[in-house]
T-cell receptor
Framework: GAVVSQHPSRVICKSGTSVKIECRSL??????MFWYRQFPKQSLMLMAT?????????EQGVEKDKFLINHASLTLSTLTVTSAHPEDSSFYIC???????????FGQGTRLTVV | GEDVEQSLFLSVREGDSSVINCTYT??????LYWYKQEPGAGLQLLTY?????DMKQDQRLTVLLNKKDKHLSLRIADTQTGDSAIYFC????????????FGQGTTLQVKP
């Protein structure tokens, strides 16, 4: 159990367009999901914490109007990169915290390339 | 503050032991984790240790925690070429958010 699925795994989009990334907990309920960003050969940086039914909490320096997060159900959180630019190209990874447990499980990541 | 540091690269020969080191600054961390990331893939949880433990062993993996020095290590016995990957150390600060603070990752290269 405890499988987290991200979709798509890879996406290429044009500058100025928006891209939505989905994070689903397949076999458990997750009241909290986390969105991380990873630049090449660098660590994962937490972007925001997404709580089901409420607004996401963004880390310092992350633009909430650019990275829209919606956690509409206990099994789905979405990250929308709005008006994407080449500097938004990165590897985005979500994790989902199983309700009642301390452990968070990671999705396989989404490679976003903005051209 | 919260900060996690790792050396960036380690190269070993197949069959040798690998030791990946990590230091952290938050003395109130409750759990410390080791994750493995293969190229283009997400993170796979390898093992974790609770902050009141000194050691944890799981098959070829041994985690040592020196809480006084805020030092964590991961030893991989009989390292195989399939162990080549990036290994991330992460700490979970106190509080109940589930947020993790990651190190920069150590690239392990295993030579045949």
């Amino acid at each position: 159990g405890a499988v987290v699925s991200q979709h798509p795994s890879r996406v290429i989009c044009k500058s100025g367009t928006s891209v939505k990334i989905e994070c689903r907990s397949l076999d458990f309920q997750a009241t909290t999901m986390f969105w991380y960003r990873q630049f090449p050969k660098q660590s994962l940086m937490l972007m925001a914490t997404s709580n089901e039914g409420s607004k996401a909490t963004y880390e310092q320096g992350v633009e909430k109007d650019k990275f829209l997060i919606n956690h509409a159900s206990l099994t789905l959180s979405t990250l929308t990169v709005t008006s994407a630019h080449p500097e938004d190209s990165s590897f985005y990874i979500c994790s989902a915290r199983k309700t009642g447990l301390d452990e968070a499980f990671f999705g396989q990541g989404t490679r976003l390339t903005v051209v | 503050g919260e900060d996690v540091e790792q050396s960036l690269f380690l190269s070993v020969r197949e069959g040798d032991s690998s030791v990946i080191n990590c230091t952290y600054t938050d003395s109130s961390s409750t759990y410390l984790y080791w994750y493995k990331q293969e190229p283009g893939a997400g993170l796979q949880l390898l093992t974790y240790i609770f902050s009141n433990m000194d050691m944890k062993q799981d098959q070829r993996l041994t985690v040592l925690l020196n809480k006084k020095d805020k030092h964590l290590s991961l030893r991989i016995a009989d390292t195989q070429t399939g162990d080549s990957a990036i290994y991330f150390c992460a700490e979970k600060p106190s509080g109940n958010t589930g947020k993790l603070i990651f190190g920069q990752g150590t690239t392990l290269q295993v030579k045949p």
